[in-house]
């Protein structure tokens, strides 16, 4: 098979088997897919594109490239829109993480979702939204580009929305569309200036102008053109990898299954403004200014969003804040020019974040869909499985040395310190104190899941809470009769089914030696050669470089780093707060009731969104619609030149009388108007 029918392959695979899926087992063109079909041919779509991923990585690394044109989309005078691939490492590498982590979404799907009503439609979805993606990451061009991260925007509000009957969830969706949709305008808007400049969309064809861009200012100020076109790409990436202000809609749009959860918050939409950043590299590195709003972005979200972790109670909500924060750090290599360690970031939180959100929705299963922390406790005798892998994820997650992501955090943090762009110096403390808060949130959702005092009834089970608040409601006999049905059909957690299980055995392999097995030539090899440029006058992957002596010698000193230290220190709060004396967690939110106040809100943007920004936009719009469609276009230019006209022609019929008379005095007007004004030219 030649490499085009390779990339065909694996891009269409996904697509055909959601069509197939879509149409024929949904009942909107029949129900001949049985369920049993559905989850079958979604997840043998998905194993196809992995299979054919990885054949194109070991193609890459040979030396391999490939940069072409697969169809001519339109063609408009000299400009050609097009459809290809350029698939090399950086493409190669989300390709197989993309793929993998979609296809350990399809397998738990089988068992998370066994008794959902749309349960086919569902498997419809995620394999549309792997097409998607992937079209994101193969694009050689800016217009194919924008193609998949609209379409993974569009498959992300139908996922979000899942369950359309619930009023949370339409508000969730909609919430992430209209944000996203802030983002996106910024996103056109850089491709535009980009195309407007080149007079191409083609990524090496405006990469090739990247000195001539720099050059150049933006019409009519003494702006940088690629400062405007960076700062509004990078607009574009704040709201589709959820980057503060624009993060506003992540946390919500966990009314989406949980399997969702793990495939768009974690390894891949998510994701995807991080990978934009990175492939366009040779226009960010003559952007500074940029550099350093992305990197005080990023410092923002990977503490602050990650404080908010610290007060929720939804054990989903929890890891969503720190995919959030998570996020943040990756930007802060962006912002460092390390933009390899950002994308091996990327591939290691994929990994264990996805494996987090899937033990969540194991422990959910278990508790029979509670997602509340305040009512768990104790499952670890329950459920050994979900239990070592939650513990394995939250290893990786902050940053324990030998796991994955400590090969790809502690980097992140050494960079920082040798970084050439402002604003360095208040991103190495925010991440600094971010590895705390990280270890603090982390091990505060395993201590409250897994072990303590088992905070629900084990005789009737996990839905008959010691703390009945459901019930409260009710009185009586009815209250303890809706207690009863209730653990009638509930009985205590037990381990999930396989189909959720082996996911997540995969996935913790892979946060454990995923680092191990790529950091070297990820981050000190050539694996990028050619993919992601660097100036030299920024040094933090050389300043990295020389310090590095292998990932033995690399996890050895992290025993004896500060971060091990920071680490340590929030596990022994968490230990100390939230299973040896729980009493401390209230009174110190007592004791700072502004700060608790200020975090519980989640820092007040949603308070400032509802009620600054949509009532200016919601004006606006609304004085655009009287004044602008209703007053200027419809009421002065549609319909006054319909009264304008209607004037005219009642002018012009009291003129014609019919009577010759009439006429003849005109005529005499007019011939006496025309030598009056000849005789006033001559003279």
């Not at 401390?584 to 920004?613: E, G």
């Not at 005219?648 to 108007?673: C, D, E, K, N, P």
């Not at 004004?677 to 001559?682: D, P």
Request: some cysteine.
């Amino acid at each position: 098979m030649d490499a085009k029918s390779l990339y065909l392959l694996i891009a269409l695979a996904p697509l055909f088997t959601a069509v197939l899926v879509g149409l024929f087992g949904t009942g909107f063109m029949g129900s001949w897919i049985t369920r049993k079909g559905a989850h079958w041919l979604a997840c043998i779509g998905v194993g196809v594109s992995l299979v054919g991923s990885l054949l194109a990585l070991q193609q890459t690394l040979d030396g391999s490239v490939f940069d072409e044109t697969i169809y001519i989309w339109s063609w408009i005078g000299p400009f050609k829109f097009e459809v290809g691939f350029l698939v090399d490492t950086l493409t190669a590498l989300m390709m197989v993480v993309v793929t993998f982590v979609s296809l350990m979404v399809h397998i738990y799907t089988i068992g998370y979702m066994s008794d959902d009503r749309g349960y086919i439609r569902f498997f419809s979805y995620i394999s549309l939204f792997t097409f998607s993606m992937l079209m994101l990451v193969m694009a050689n061009n800016m217009m194919q580009l924008f193609f998949g991260w609209e379409a993974v925007g569009l498959v992300s509000y139908l996922l979000i929305g899942f369950y359309y009957g619930r009023p949370t969830a339409v508000f969730a969706n909609l919430k992430a569309f209209m944000v996203n949709r802030v983002g996106d305008f910024g996103f056109v808007l850089g491709i535009a200036l980009l195309y407007a400049n080149t007079g191409s969309l083609h990524y090496e064809a405006v990469f090739a102008q990247a000195d001539r861009l720099a050059g150049l200012n933006f019409p009519g100020t003494d702006w940088h053109l690629l400062t405007v076109a960076c700062l509004a790409l990078f607009v574009g990436a704040m709201g589709k990898s959820a980057l503060a202000p624009l993060h506003v809609w992540l946390p919500d749009s966990m009314e989406g299954p949980t399997p969702i959860s793990a495939l768009i918050h974690a390894a891949t939409m998510v994701t995807a403004g991080i990978f934009m950043v990175a492939r366009f590299s040779p226009l960010f590195e003559h952007a500074p200014a940029v550099l350093s709003f992305i990197m005080l972005v990023g410092a923002f979200g990977a503490l602050f969003l990650g404080l908010i972790a610290v007060v929720q109670n939804d054990i989903k909500r929890v890891v969503a804040y720190s995919t959030l924060s998570q996020l943040g750090y990756m930007a802060v290599a962006l912002g460092a020019s390390a933009y390899s360690v950002a994308i091996f970031h990327l591939m290691t939180h994929a990994f264990f974040k996805a494996l987090l959100f899937l033990t969540a929705g194991s422990v959910i299963i278990g508790m029979h869909h509670g997602q509340d922390m305040r009512h768990m406790g104790g499952l670890r005798k329950y459920m050994p499985i979900t239990w070592i892998t939650t513990l394995i994820g939250t290893l990786a997650l902050v940053g324990f040395p030998f796991f994955s992501g400590f090969y790809s955090k502690e980097p992140i943090v050494e960079v920082t310190e040798a970084a050439n762009v402002w604003g360095a110096g208040i991103a190495h403390w925010a991440v600094y104190v971010g590895l705390f808060v990280t270890s603090l949130y982390s091990f505060r959702l395993y201590f409250l899941v897994f072990h303590g005092k088992e905070r629900f009834d084990t005789q009737k089970g996990p839905s008959a809470l010691v703390h009945e608040e459901d019930f409260d409601v009710l009185r009586g006999e009815a209250k303890a009769a809706a207690i009863a049905e209730m653990a009638h059909h509930h009985g205590l957690p037990k381990e999930s089914p396989w189909v959720v299980t082996v996911p997540l055995m995969l996935l913790a392999f892979m946060s454990i030696v995923a680092g191990i097995w790529f950091v070297q030539p990820l981050l000190f090899g050539d694996f990028f050669q050619g993919a992601i440029t660097v100036l030299p006058e920024h040094p933090a992957m050389a300043d990295l470089a020389a310090r590095w002596h292998g990932w033995v010698a690399y996890g050895l000193h992290g025993i004896v780093s500060m971060p091990f230290v920071l680490l340590i220190a929030g596990f022994v709060v968490s230990w100390y707060c939230w299973l040896i004396n729980p009493q401390v967690p209230a009174a110190l939110a007592r004791t700072f009731a502004p700060i608790y106040r200020l975090l519980d809100h989640k820092l007040y943007f949603d308070w400032f969104n509802m009620h600054v920004i949509v009532p200016v936009t919601t004006g606006l719009g609304r004085g655009l619609w009287q004044g602008g469609d209703r007053g200027l276009i419809d009421g002065l230019i549609v319909n006054g030149s319909a009264r304008l006209v209607g004037m005219t022609a009642a002018a012009g019929r009291l003129l014609q009388s019919g009577y010759i008379y009439h006429y003849a005095f005109a005529m005499i007007l007019g011939i006496m108007v025309f030598l009056t004004f000849f005789v006033l030219m001559v003279h």
